[in-house]
């Protein structure tokens, strides 16, 4: 089993990835985005400007900025675009990759060489289908919410094609991000929540490889304990629901009974489960997903 983040040393960072500026056709310029989320309280961000790796330092010192960009393709005639959120991608010209925008598993694959992390963005809104996203190997995560898609045309959870490639044994983290253009109020909306065990970008990328993060649009999750091999514990905020999902129709969903919301939530997974992840809905409607956590056999399996 992978490492539980909630159980894992370190310390929790607030991440923004997927930001946009003036550098591209956000809004506001770097300097702007890097003082807004700073006051809102994150500890690191993440530029997405399209074709364009936005570099700069926090004045202040406190918030991390890593280098990143969104870059896209597609297939001549395809139904469907393919965007990707390159995290730690190193500044400088890439015509190289230009040449790529025709063909999205090449583009995805030099990116994967290229950069620390990469993260297929809003599949929902894209139109993407599980088998265009299967053959992406070199791809860690995808965007299981997006804000802005979200604000602007209800196109942000991409929670259905996430567990579909989970059950097909795809074993793919989710985000949750802002993928903010400052046009409309699409900022502060989704973001994740990092088990670094350093406060420096190095510590954020080792973190966000190993899956140690779970994804938010509000919630907040507290705890995520195994008390045996297929049980688990959950201890939220205050909470609608907590569903634990499996692969096939083998999870469960608590609750919460009249006015009194759920704030710990137990289940034991039964045979024929593979992997459980933990989705929490907040009274309010907001979403918060752990990343899967892939379960032994029972042990009277054969």
């Not at 265009?132 to 209800?154: F, Q, T, W």
């Not at 097909?168 to 989704?190: K, Y």
Request: with cysteine; charged share 25%.
């Amino acid at each position: 089993m992978r490492d539980n983040p909630f159980q894992s040393p370190g310390q929790w960072l607030k991440g923004a990835i997927h930001v946009h500026t003036d550098r591209s056709d956000g809004k506001v310029t770097p300097e702007h985005a890097l003082e807004a989320y700073r006051q809102q309280g994150y500890d690191f961000l993440v530029f997405g400007d399209h074709w364009h790796v936005t570099t700069l330092e926090d004045p202040a010192g406190q918030l991390i900025v890593i280098p990143g960009a969104e870059y896209d393709a597609r297939f001549e005639g395809g139904p469907a675009g393919f965007h990707f959120m390159a995290v730690g991608m190193p500044a400088g010209h890439h015509e190289d990759l230009r040449r790529l925008r025709g063909d999205p598993y090449g583009l995805a694959e030099a990116l994967g060489r290229r950069c620390d992390y990469l993260v297929l963005a809003h599949p929902y809104w894209s139109a993407l289908t599980t088998e265009l996203i299967a053959p992406l190997a070199a791809v860690s995560a995808l965007e299981v919410y997006n804000h802005g898609c979200e604000v602007e045309d209800a196109l942000g959870h991409s929670a259905y094609v996430w567990d579909q490639l989970l059950a097909r044994g795809h074993r793919w983290d989710a985000l949750a991000v802002d993928d903010a253009h400052w046009r409309i109020d699409d900022r502060f909306g989704g973001w994740v929540m990092v088990k670094a065990r350093d406060r420096s970008a190095a510590g954020v990328v080792e973190a966000l490889r190993a899956g140690r993060f779970y994804a938010t649009a509000g919630p907040e999750i507290h705890d995520v304990e195994f008390l045996a091999p297929r049980r688990l514990r959950v201890r939220t905020a205050p909470a609608a629901s907590v569903l634990f999902r499996c692969n096939r129709s083998l999870g469960n969903g608590l609750h919460a009974a009249g006015q009194s919301p759920l704030t710990r939530a137990e289940h034991e997974i039964g045979p024929g489960a593979v992997f459980v992840r933990v989705e929490v809905t907040d009274p309010a409607g907001r979403k918060a997903w752990t990343n899967p956590f892939y379960l032994p056999a029972p042990a009277d399996s054969p």
